[in-house]
């Protein structure tokens, strides 16, 4: 009996993966540029570690996990993972949403368009349930919400590894204490280190074009220019290009806008702009596509200036994420209180943070 439901169970997550695709936005060497690039210019002000060639290395490369989990033959992977990615924005309209009223809330969203397309007048595409394997096209994907879920993971983490860098200050701790303290610090780092990546990841997605649109892969629907259906336009936005024009983190940094500074108060809307800049761009892109303007002088500004905006808004998110995760006192005295307990075997009254 397992044995046979083993089988069942690799067959459909294999189906499952190879029906999702593996479409991406910029592929390694752009997502690893994008996340360079932001940490080399993160303000003088913020943390050495962050800044440093094992932080640099490792959140680079970590920016690539949410494209390697579209590998991983698990249909629930697959199913929460793959419309992380990307945001159709013209797909929110026949849902009786725009941009910028649809909900920020991922379980909010999903109910949203659950009532939408239960509706009998309902004017959207129908959902081929034979093809839908993983059970993810009535959506138009989570993007937005995917940055700033992650983005909290990262406040987080950041809060963690600050409340115990305040801790190790304490004057009277013993070396036993401060050993461990230093075991602790570097955990926590560690852990900001992968959200960090993975938001970068989000972030950079967020700058594709085609990460905006359901004309994802070529254009679809209504074509009156005439621009290309070719699918293979994805992959070759994603790699193809950046090779073509040998783009370089320096091209970056020269025209990303390193004193952006994001309204804490209002990250969603600082995210859904970011979303709208990208989405602005899909049809000039079609269009230098058909001229052959992408493979030029002009080209290469284009995708540059994409690149140098993720990599802007990354820079400000993570100097956003480190303000906002400044320990209080209170914060810190929990903290402390909460290991003290645990040493002597007590029930903490409250959680840790």
């Given at each position: 009996m397992r044995g046979g439901l083993r089988a069942l169970v690799c067959g459909v997550a294999c189906v499952v993966a190879c029906a999702a695709g593996q479409a991406r936005a910029w592929d390694g060497a752009g997502h690893r540029m994008i996340t360079r690039v932001a940490l080399a210019n993160l303000r003088e002000e913020m943390p050495a570690w962050l800044k440093d060639d094992t932080s640099e290395f490792a959140c680079s490369d970590m920016s690539q996990v949410p494209d390697r989990w579209r590998s991983v033959r698990v249909p629930q992977l697959t199913h929460l993972n793959n419309p992380d990615h990307y945001l159709d924005v013209d797909d929110l309209e026949p849902l009786g949403m725009t941009l910028r009223t649809m909900p920020q809330l991922r379980h909010e969203f999903v109910k949203a368009i659950s009532l939408a397309r239960a509706k009998p007048d309902f004017a959207g595409e129908p959902v081929n349930e034979a093809k839908d394997l993983a059970k993810t096209d009535e959506y138009p994907g989570f993007l937005p919400i995917a940055t700033l879920e992650t983005y909290g993971k990262l406040v987080g983490a950041f809060k963690t590894a600050r409340t115990l860098e305040e801790l190790?200050?304490?004057?009277?701790?013993?070396a036993?204490?401060?050993?461990?303290?230093?075991?602790?610090?570097?955990?926590a780092r560690w852990n900001a280190r992968v959200h960090l990546g993975q938001l970068s990841h989000f972030v950079g997605d967020t700058s594709q074009p085609l990460h905006t649109t359901r004309h994802h892969h070529g254009w679809v629907g209504e074509n009156p220019k005439k621009y290309t259906t070719d699918r293979g336009i994805h992959s070759y936005i994603d790699g193809d290009i950046i090779r073509l024009h040998k783009i370089e983190d320096a091209d970056l940094a020269k025209v990303a806008d390193f004193a952006r500074e994001l309204n804490r108060e209002d990250l969603w809307g600082e995210t859904l702009s970011a979303i709208e800049r990208s989405f602005a761009q899909v049809e000039p892109l079609y269009a230098m596509h058909q001229s052959g303007e992408l493979q030029q002088d002009k080209g290469k500004v284009f995708i540059i200036e994409r690149l140098a905006d993720s990599a802007a808004q990354l820079n400000a998110i993570v100097e956003a994420a480190w303000m906002d995760a400044a320990p209080t006192p209170k914060e810190v005295g929990d903290l402390s209180r909460y290991e003290e307990s645990e040493k002597q075997g007590k029930t903490p009254a409250a959680s840790a943070p």
């Open positions: 190790a200050k304490q004057p009277g701790t013993s036993e204490l401060k050993a461990k303290r230093e075991k602790q610090i570097e955990a």
